[in-house]
């Protein structure tokens, strides 16, 4: 039997703890190196705040990281610490450190009164929300959206909704004046004093740190807005109520304002390549000798083109006094309801998504469809009009639609051909790979739709004659006439999540556009702080049948029911030049769709036959609406919502039925549409022929 070799045990715990205990407690160890790395997340993110405070205010990070490390063990559970047995050496006693300053929240929110939040941004820091309200910079300089918001302007009405990115409010690193740190905080407290009470100054004025905007935020209310919070369904637009949310102070206090604060990654994100094409746009705009370019916008669907549009306006905004805009995008329209071209002026920032700032434009054309698939001559022939208005005083911003695929893509090469852009703003995303790159030589080398290839002679412009008599330019421009030298193509890779899948999309962009229309129909409520008028509510204007022409855009109605059509129908309110006073009974109908402005909308909300009279809800003012003699009606209806949910309605509702058949003629869009007509191509236009029914 082989020896047996003895075994020679470890040290035991007991032995492990007393020479633990015995160790001096000046030997750094490992557990404070690892502690910051195995944090979890929440204690990261406090310290994280910590940091950025200690930043903002001016102290020494290390200083806070001492602090934060005290106070994460005093959160840390209690437990029997072993007593340290006694060192031969004694233990130092730490000097005391210089105080550090009060640290407060990035950033800081104080309630100054009902309705009311005073908001202390520090240099270069933002403040991410959802909701509406009024924003007022006090001191300093902030932005929102592109448009900066300085002290002793107005304030601004901002709509951060959930349909779009969430907005952000940025402190801008304002120029520091040659002034003592007192000096400046008497300056800002002068300026605080007709907005706040003593108490809100003195807070302001404890808190205010060197290059920091002070903002006030107040509650907003607009009759759009109420009437667009009144329909069930459609309040969760501007909040959304989080059951699992922490009611904390801050959250409180903005809830009375009406927003809520959102994570960072939600606000706005423009690539590297945006912020450049911004930048050298805005540069251009400013220039003195070429200061009215013409910027169109293209690519295809859901790669941002809108919101690079409404921040190029609020950027140039800030350098120029107007911004024109050529909307010729009939899905997405942004100032006015779908279906139309239009021209428009703009003076004052857009804080918000297309159906919180509608607006009247300067020249518009309604078109009647959401898609101009079925007619696109028509299209090019209403661009034409419509353009011929702009009188190159100022920038041009023009939308395109997101239609680029086979002929979508000659379209615009027409649409580039017959503009002359100096800027061409081409969108491409990683799901978008199909649009090739609208360069000058392409565009001259490719044939449109309507329009033929042009060899382009190097160092030499070219003429568009046929289009350029139809536009009215000045009297020194008639005198030399215009050379357009091709266009600058600007690439924009847009990085915006993509959600949206081709199945959604068409439910998607339809609420948007009923959005729309119902902000339009907004402007009909009486301003605050009156009650809500129900639409069924309202008197509508009484208009005979002899007094204006019909016509119907989108598809083929036989005269005996051209009134079924009309009756609840969205209709364009236009004037054309043919004199309709001549005929007696009505109604008149139009034989061809005619281009002629158009200066509003409204709901044909009843017909009485026995009078001969159309009834009309409209806000168009009565100045106006005398000079109009033709009522369009297209494919864009009144949302459901108008008509199933209005308040005040008992018993059987107008206009709304269960026992519908599709089999009518004109009960579906693919029945009785009209097709485009193609003997009329190349060839000038009839003129539209009135008959009487």
Request: proline share 8%; glycine share 6%; with cysteine.
């Amino acid at each position: 039997m082989a020896d047996s070799v003895p075994h020679k045990r470890g040290p035991g715990r007991s032995t492990w703890l007393r020479a633990r205990k015995a160790r001096p407690q000046l030997v750094l160890s490992r557990r404070p190196r690892r502690r910051l790395r195995n944090l979890r997340w929440g204690g990261r993110r406090r310290l994280r705040r910590r940091l950025l405070q200690a930043q903002a205010a001016g102290a020494d990070w290390r200083e806070v990281a001492c602090q934060v490390s005290r106070t994460d063990e005093t959160r840390r559970p209690k437990t029997a610490d072993p007593n340290p047995a006694p060192s031969a050496t004694p233990t130092p006693v730490a000097a005391p450190s210089r105080p550090c300053p009060e640290l407060l929240p990035i950033p800081p929110v104080r309630p100054v009164g009902p309705g009311r939040a005073l908001l202390l941004l520090p240099a270069q820091q933002g403040f991410t929300f959802s909701g509406i309200c009024r924003v007022t910079c006090l001191y300093g300089q902030v932005q929102v959206f592109g448009f900066n918001i300085s002290q002793g302007q107005p304030a601004q009405d901002v709509f951060s909704t959930y349909t779009h990115t969430h907005l952000t409010i940025s402190a801008v690193r304002y120029s520091m004046p040659e002034k003592s740190k007192k000096e400046i905080k008497r300056e800002a407290r002068a300026l605080l004093k007709s907005h706040l009470n003593l108490d809100d100054r003195c807070w302001s004025m404890q808190n205010f740190s060197p290059l920091c905007s002070i903002v006030l935020l107040e509650h907003l209310k607009t009759s759009t807005v109420k009437f667009l919070t009144s329909y069930p369904g459609l309040s969760y637009i501007f909040t959304q109520e989080n059951p699992t949310f922490q009611l904390t102070p801050e959250y409180l206090t903005l809830r009375s304002v009406g927003i809520k604060k959102e994570r960072k990654k939600k606000g706005l994100f423009l690539s590297k390549s945006a912020l450049s094409t911004l930048e050298e746009l805005v540069n251009v705009s400013c220039e003195e000798v070429d200061g009215c370019p013409i910027i169109l916008v293209c690519g295809s669907q859901d790669v941002g083109k809108s919101t690079f549009n409404r921040y190029l306006i609020n950027q140039l905004l800030n350098s120029v006094s107007c911004v024109d805009y050529l909307e010729c995008d009939l899905g997405q329209t942004e100032f006015t309801p779908p279906g139309c071209i239009s021209l428009l002026n703009i003076t004052e920032p857009i804080l918000g998504p297309p159906f919180t700032h509608q607006r009247t434009p300067q020249k518009m054309v309604y078109y009647g469809r959401t898609s101009c698939k079925n007619d696109c001559e028509n299209y090019i022939e209403i661009i034409k009009y419509v353009f011929s208005s702009y009188k190159r005083e100022s920038p041009l911003v023009v939308n395109t639609m997101g239609w680029v695929l086979d002929e979508g893509l000659l379209l615009l090469i027409d649409l580039i051909r017959l503009l002359s852009p100096s800027h061409v703003v081409q969108f491409s995303s990683a799901h978008s790979k199909y649009l090739p790159t609208l360069t000058p030589s392409y565009v001259d080398d490719k044939d449109g739709l309507y329009t033929k290839s042009k060899s382009k002679i190097r160092n030499q412009g070219f003429k568009l004659a046929e289009f350029a008599e139809n536009l009215e330019f000045a009297d020194e421009e008639k005198e030399s006439p215009v050379v357009f030298t091709g266009h600058k193509l600007m690439r924009v890779h847009s990085e915006f999540a993509f959600r949206l899948t081709q199945r959604n999309r068409e439910l998607h962009n339809k609420i948007l556009r009923d959005l729309a229309v119902l902000g339009y129909l907004g402007q009909l409520q009486p301003p605050v702080p009156k009650p809500l008028s129900p639409l069924h509510g309202m008197t509508p204007y009484q208009v005979p049948f002899n007094a204006v022409a019909l016509r119907i855009t989108h598809s083929d109605v036989a005269p005996t029911h051209i009134l079924y059509a009309v009756n609840a129908s969205w209709v364009g309110l236009c004037k054309i030049l043919d004199d309709v006073r001549g005929y007696t009974n009505g109604p008149i109908l139009l034989a061809q769709t005619p281009i002629c402005d158009c200066l509003g909308f409204g709901i044909c909300r009843g017909i009485d036959m026995e009078k001969r009279l159309y009834h009309i809800l409209t806000p168009v003012p009565p100045e106006e609406l005398r000079t109009v003699n033709c009522l369009l009606v297209g494919a864009v209806s009144v949302p459901h919502c108008v008509f199933k949910n209005q308040r005040g309605l008992q018993g059987t509702i107008p206009y709304v039925t269960t026992d519908y058949n599709f089999k009518l003629p004109g009960a579906s869009e693919k029945v009785g549409a009209r097709e485009a007509e193609d003997r009329y191509r190349g060839k000038p236009r009839p003129k539209p022929r009135l008959y009487r029914r």
